[in-house]
């Protein structure tokens, strides 16, 4: 946010990525990110998400590394 802040309207590739982190932040079911991230966690494995959107839906792919 400080990048996009400070660059003004310029950056159109910030503020896009400022939007999609702003609509996944409201929309997004964290609980079930939760439930399905625990199990992975648990058993010590390192757990990212990726958000993106597609036909104007925020969706996310997560992925799981063996080891932390």
Do not use: P, W
Request: glycine share 6%; proline share 0%; net charge positive.
């Amino acid at each position: 946010m400080r990048q996009l802040l400070a660059s003004g309207e310029r950056n159109k590739k910030l503020r896009e990525r400022a939007e999609l982190l702003r609509t996944f932040l409201e929309t997004t079911d964290f609980k079930r990110l939760r439930s399905e991230s625990e199990k992975h966690l648990v058993e010590g494995r390192m757990v990212k998400f990726m958000d993106y959107f597609e036909g104007g839906v925020t969706k996310y792919d997560m992925e799981v590394s063996l080891e932390i």
